[in-house]
């Protein structure tokens, strides 16, 4: 299954993932995780007064993450824990720069993620997934509250061998 939901206290938002992408990079001297997740816009299964219609489409995504593996098959049963959706580093001049890591896009706006834990295995098709489980400010009406979102998703692209995990 390929969703998105966000735990709203008046209702859960239920998005369908259209497009998804997980890499391992290099990024100077690191490797890093990079991970894609868009939505579409289909609301067909979204009642008429939900907060969702205002908001129909968004993406997910984790950028420049360091993270100690070779290649996108060494994530299989790999638990990787963001805290923070940003972080201050050096860049190569040795001034200080902020680095953002996890953020949601909704309605062209950005917002960080926060307390986000990533679980990846590949499923009997041997096709990598991952679940997702973070916070987010709620972009619904930016009280200043967080919103616990949850995201199943496979990464359709990446097929495995068996014989690479024995």
Known sequence: MKTIKFFHSDETLNYKIEKSLCKVVFQGNKKCLLVEIH?????EHVEADSLQNEFPQLSLFIDDFPLDVESVEQLNGKKVSIPYGF???EDEDGDPVDV????LNVSEEDYETVNNELTFSVNDKGILTLNWKGEVQDFTNNDGGDLPFEVDCTFEEFEFNED???
């Open 164 to 166: 690479d995990f024995e």
């Open 39 to 43: 939505s579409n816009d289909d609301l």
């Open 100 to 103: 953002y890591y996890t953020s």
């Open 87 to 89: 972080a201050e580093e």
